[in-house]
């Protein structure tokens, strides 16, 4: 055995206790999870009832229109069938009781969506990892029984061939309870994000939407809507035009094409002349623009978006760009 192989072979010996805590842990954790599935399922077979869930919101929802809150609240909390169902109504009450925010209880369900994913990672973790615990337990142990066997120490060959075999039993038992546990409870929380979608289009559906965390005084007015603020910017009207408009959609194109002799369309060029087009002014109207108005009168020096505000830190003085190279050679 040369250099490299004795470091390989002291690194997967030194990979065997961690394995073999990590195998426990895990084994240990796959049992909790089994545990709470039981749970779980004991109380969707013993509360659960469709018709239960809808008296309780309908209930509840002429309750919050009579001005109950706490009625609403206490028929809400009955639907105690599902763990995550009863998460989901005590922070939708709270958010009724408190923050009073309409669009929460929509928010509030895609939460519960990604609640019940994360719930279903725990499991779908362990369906790969025991397996590959189970693996790396079995190969592991190999390395010395197969020296003992060579040397002639049967003690060491029996002692380290139970160790591999009882932990590849362990990693697929733990890969198996957890791929149970996974498909189980995936089909579960599929039922219960329904359940609440359903809820909520009862509770806050309908032809008239329940003005959410709202009540009612002694004298039967509700409360009113909580206000937005907001601060105002300061603004700059000298940096404000009005831009004149059309007053109806003109007959003739406002660009029209000339005709000529030579080249394209009648250009040397090969591009059309563009002849400005005037139209008369209605009666007091705004003039319209063409191309002979001097604020269509755009220089290569000239930034036409300059009043939109700068753009840099420390903008151009008086809206001017970089000047042109070709301006400044023609000028000089």
């Known amino acids: 055995m040369n250099e490299l192989q004795r470091i390989i072979y002291d690194a997967s010996r030194v990979l065997l206790w961690p394995v073999l805590v990590a195998t426990v842990i895990c084994f240990v954790w796959v049992l909790i999870e089994l545990g709470f599935l039981l749970y779980e399922l004991w109380l969707r077979f013993r509360y659960r009832d469709l018709d239960a869930?809808?008296?309780r919101t309908l209930k509840a929802r002429k309750a919050f229109e009579d001005g109950k809150p706490r009625t609403a609240y206490r028929y809400l909390q009955e639907n105690n069938y599902s763990i995550v169902v009863s998460r989901f109504l005590f922070d939708l009450i709270r958010n009724?009781?408190?923050?009073?925010?309409?669009?929460?209880?929509?928010?509030?369900?895609?939460e519960y969506e990604f609640y019940t994913l994360k719930r279903l990672e725990r499991?779908?973790?362990l369906v790969r990892v025991g397996p590959m615990l189970g693996l790396m337990g079995t190969l592991i142990p190999l390395s010395p029984a197969l020296l003992g066997l060579a040397t002639g120490h049967t003690t060491n060959l029996l002692f380290n061939i139970t160790t591999a075999f009882?932990?590849?039993?362990?990693?697929?038992l733990i890969g198996g309870l957890a791929f149970v546990i996974s498909i189980v409870r995936d089909r579960m929380y599929a039922q219960d994000v329904s359940d609440m979608e359903y809820l909520l289009e009862l509770l806050e559906?309908?032809?008239?939407r329940l003005h959410s965390g709202r009540r009612r005084d002694k004298k039967g007015v509700w409360d009113a809507e909580p206000k937005v603020e907001y601060d105002i910017a300061e603004e700059e009207l000298e940096k404000t035009r009005s831009i004149p408009t059309?007053?109806?959609?003109?007959?003739?194109?406002?660009?029209?094409?000339?005709?000529g002799d030579n080249g394209v369309d009648g250009h040397s060029g090969g591009f059309p002349e563009v002849a400005a087009v005037t139209t008369p002014d209605p009666v007091g109207a705004a003039p319209a623009l063409t191309f002979d108005d001097p604020a269509m009168d755009w220089k290569h020096d000239e930034d036409p978006f300059a009043d939109l505000g700068p753009v840099d830190a420390t903008p151009p003085v008086g809206g001017k760009s970089v000047p042109d190279v070709s301006d400044a050679t023609r000028s000089s």
Do not use: F, H, N
């Open 53 to 55: 869930l809808e008296a």
């Open 96 to 110: 009724y009781q408190t923050e009073r925010l309409a669009a929460k209880p929509l928010k509030l369900l895609q």
């Open 166 to 172: 009882s932990v590849t039993v362990i990693g697929l």
């Open 205 to 208: 559906g309908g032809d008239g």
């Open 123 to 125: 499991t779908r973790i």
């Open 246 to 259: 059309l007053m109806e959609t003109p007959s003739e194109p406002l660009i029209a094409v000339v005709s």
